[in-house]
């Protein structure tokens, strides 16, 4: 899953069964749950502010993400 995609065709993403996101992410897929319920609060036009995804020493991935409300 690209965090590009839930700045431009979110519902896309929303095609993926519980089962399939916790296959592809693991314990990271309630956290997408939640980028999920924060960008259906947005409505369907944002703007990309800021966006950066760094994957540590551990393997384990941390994404921020800021994006502005065109509405």
């Given amino acids: 899953m690209c965090m ?3 700045v431009t065709d979110p519902e ?3 095609k ?3 089962h399939e996101l916790v296959r ?3 314990a990271q897929g309630t956290e997408f749950l939640m980028w999920m319920m924060m960008r259906g609060a947005l409505g369907d036009k944002v703007t ?3 966006q950066n995804y760094h ?3 551990s393997n384990t991935g941390a994404g921020t993400m800021l994006l502005e409300c065109d509405e």
């Fill in 4 to 6: 590009e995609k839930i």
């Fill in 12 to 14: 896309i993403l929303t």
């Fill in 16 to 18: 993926n069964s519980r």
């Fill in 24 to 26: 592809q992410a693991g």
């Fill in 48 to 50: 990309p502010l800021h």
């Fill in 55 to 57: 994957i540590t020493i």
